[in-house]
């Protein structure tokens, strides 16, 4: 069965980098975009970055652009968000999600990991 | 990229159908049939119920189903049960090549 795992969040300083991983399993991981997606604590869902199934289209929300980098690993069948310059504003429960090829939609969901971006 | 426009609550009976609206523009909802909607229980990742306006994924219970108008997409929720308590996001591709999510109604089943 399909299967997401992230992991990777903690709380970290303002201005400091961190890197979130989600392990995927259960499905052809080369096959199927995936996504990042966050939810600050008690507030709602926010896209936040997509990479394409080939790896060579990675799309961002303005909020992130230019400090948040997308990125996957088909060896360890692994997602990636390196994400710098964090801000307060950042924290929230990370989850990755794998993009439901040619609708657009978000089908299978991992747990989450809450990043914590506080001094 | 503003946040679609959804109720922040909605609430209903059990068996009755209860409607949640989701409302954007032309570059979002009234421009591609990239809708989808999701229903997430307090402290649960969310899980699709619905995409491409009103496809329903296998094993989602047909009591769900979607719909959409110019800019405006909604889900409709019959036969209301307790477990159908929970929050609902309504998701759409844009113009930008980017996705936005509703602000998310809260579904109270009285």
């Known amino acids: 069965q399909v299967q997401l795992v992230e992991s990777g969040g903690g709380v970290v300083q303002p201005g400091r980098p961190l890197r979130l991983s989600c392990a995927a399993s259960g499905f052809t991981f080369s096959n199927y975009g995936m996504h990042w997606v966050r939810q600050a604590p008690g507030k709602g869902l926010e896209w936040v970055a997509l990479?394409?199934?080939?790896?060579?289209?990675?799309l961002y929300a303005d909020s992130v652009k230019g400090r948040f980098t997308i990125s996957r690993d088909y060896s360890q069948n692994t997602l990636y968000l390196q994400m710098n310059s964090l801000r307060a504003e950042d924290t929230a429960v990370y989850y990755c999600?794998?993009?439901?090829?040619?609708?657009?939609?978000?089908?299978?969901w991992g747990q989450g990991t809450l990043a914590t971006v506080s001094s | 990229q503003s946040a679609l426009t959804q109720p922040a609550s909605v609430s209903g009976s059990p068996g009755q159908s209860i409607t949640i609206s989701c409302t954007g523009t032309?570059?979002?909802?009234?421009?591609?049939?990239?809708v989808s909607w999701y229903q997430q229980h307090p402290g649960k990742a969310p899980k699709l119920i619905i995409y491409e306006v009103g496809d329903r994924p296998s094993g989602v219970s047909n009591r769900f189903s979607g719909s959409k108008s110019g800019n405006t997409a909604s889900l409709t929720i019959s036969g209301l049960q307790a477990e159908d308590e929970a929050d609902y996001y309504c998701?759409?591709?844009?113009?930008?090549?980017?996705?936005?999510f509703g602000g998310g109604t809260r579904l109270t089943v009285l």
């Open positions: 032309s570059s979002d909802v009234g421009g591609y049939n990239y």
């Open positions: 999600a794998r993009d439901r090829s040619t609708s657009w939609s978000l089908d299978y």
């Open positions: 998701m759409s591709y844009t113009s930008s090549d980017t996705w936005v």
């Open positions: 990479i394409s199934n080939d790896g060579k289209n990675k």
